[in-house]
Every structure is written in structure tokens, then in C-alpha cells.
């Protein structure tokens, strides 16, 4: 959780620093930590119930939280001409659909809990 929580902050930081609105900042922070202990409380009972190692955790913990401050950071720091995108004349890469995309930080969350299952259904059809 303080793994993500750090994450969160970044991402927060990187919208404060290249937004004109700054008074939106505690409300994201607010959700982005809801959404993020969701996630540890679900990801814990995961964990547990497949009776995975805290090494596995970590890893994919870590692996989460570097793509969630990489996702936000795209996000920002790619310059896109949105009247060329809307007149037609450019469009937008794959990387960029999916970086602006409203599924892209959803997926991110997923990943780590489908990780989770695939790594239970490989162990369950090894021993059985």
C-alpha cells in the first residue's frame, strides 16, 4: 500500500505540476488512494487465498506502481496537437490511445490480480 500510496503522490504531482487548475488536487488524491487500498485489501485476500509468498507480492506491487507513475507521466509529458487529432489530419499513435484511454489505469490495476490467478491455476495444474 505504501508502495502505491508513493505512486499516487507522483501522480499527483505530475498533474499539479502541468495543470492550470490546481484546486482539483485533493479530490484526485482522495479517490486515487480509495481506488489504491480497493486494490491492496482485494490484491491481500488474493494473495492469501492462493497462498502465494511475499516475494510474488512485491514484485508485482512494484511492477504496478512503476507502470501506474509511467502511465501518468506518458500522460503528461506527450505533446499531442489536439486540432490536428480533431480536423483529421494526425491521429494518435496506438501508445497514445492507450495512454489516454479511460481503461488504461483499470488495466493496470487488473494485471497484478490476473497475474495473481494465472499463477494459482499454473501451480493447481502442476500438483494435480
Known amino acids: 500500500m505504501l508502495?502505491?500510496?508513493f505512486s499516487t503522490l507522483i501522480?499527483?504531482?505530475?498533474?499539479?505540476?502541468?495543470s492550470i487548475d490546481r484546486v482539483f488536487w485533493p479530490i484526485a488524491l482522495m479517490v486515487h488512494l480509495?481506488?489504491?487500498l480497493i486494490f491492496s485489501f482485494v490484491f491481500a485476500a488474493l494473495q492469501t487465498y492462493f497462498k502465494h509468498t511475499v516475494w510474488q507480492s512485491v514484485?508485482?506491487?512494484?511492477?504496478?506502481?512503476v507502470l501506474l507513475i509511467a502511465i501518468h507521466a506518458m500522460f503528461y509529458l506527450q505533446t499531442i496537437d489536439w486540432n490536428a487529432v480533431s480536423e483529421g489530419q494526425q491521429q494518435l499513435s496506438l501508445l497514445q490511445q492507450v495512454i489516454?484511454?479511460?481503461m488504461a489505469l483499470w488495466i493496470v490495476y487488473m494485471l497484478p490480480l490476473l497475474v495473481v490467478m494465472l499463477i494459482?491455476?499454473?501451480?493447481k495444474y502442476r500438483y494435480s
Open 3 to 5: 508502495l502505491l500510496s
Open 11 to 18: 501522480a499527483i504531482g505530475l498533474a499539479i505540476h502541468f
Open 34 to 36: 480509495s481506488i489504491n
Open 59 to 65: 514484485v508485482l506491487i512494484n511492477i504496478t506502481a
Open 100 to 102: 489516454h484511454s479511460d
Open 120 to 123: 494459482a491455476a499454473i501451480k
